[in-house]
Nanobody, 117 residues
Framework: QGQLVESGGGLVQPGGSLRLSCAAS????????TGWYRQAPGKERELVAL???????IYADSVKGRFTISRDNAKNTIYLQMNSLKPEDTAVYYC???????????WGQGTQVTVSS
C-alpha cells in the first residue's frame, strides 16, 4: 500500500518562505497527478498546486507567482516552495497523489503551516 509523508511545515512571519516536502513510498503505481491541498479552520479543503502526468503545473489563483510545485522522480518526492507568505496561507497542507489507472487517491497526514507575526 502506498504512503505519503509530508514535512517542512512550521511557523513563519508574513513575507517569509517555507518549503514543504512529500515523500512517497510503497506501491502507488503509475501516477495521474500529484499535488498539494490545504484546509484552513472552518473551511473546505482546496487545491493549492498540482502537476499532471504530462508535467504541467496548475496553481490556485491565490498562490500564483508565490508558490512553486516541483518533483524529483528519483527521490519519489514532490515539493512546494512557498514565498511571500501571507496570514491567509495558514492551513494544514496535504500531499495528494492519484493512481493513473484506478483513480485511487493517496493522502498524507498533513503538515501545519502558520503565518503570523
Amino acid at each position: 500500500q502506498g504512503q505519503l509523508v509530508e514535512s517542512g511545515g512550521g511557523l513563519v512571519q508574513p513575507g517569509g518562505s517555507l518549503r514543504l516536502s512529500c515523500a512517497a513510498s510503497g506501491s502507488i503505481g503509475r501516477i495521474k497527478s500529484t499535488g498539494w491541498y490545504r484546509q484552513a479552520p472552518g473551511k473546505e479543503r482546496e487545491l493549492v498546486a498540482l502537476i499532471s502526468s504530462a508535467g504541467n503545473p496548475i496553481y490556485a489563483d491565490s498562490v500564483k507567482g508565490r508558490f512553486t510545485i516541483s518533483r524529483d522522480n528519483a527521490k519519489n518526492t514532490i515539493y512546494l516552495q512557498m514565498n511571500s507568505l501571507k496570514p491567509e496561507d495558514t492551513a494544514v497542507y496535504y500531499c495528494n497523489t492519484i493512481n493513473y489507472y484506478t483513480n485511487l487517491a493517496f493522502w498524507g497526514q498533513g503538515t501545519q503551516v502558520t503565518v503570523s507575526s
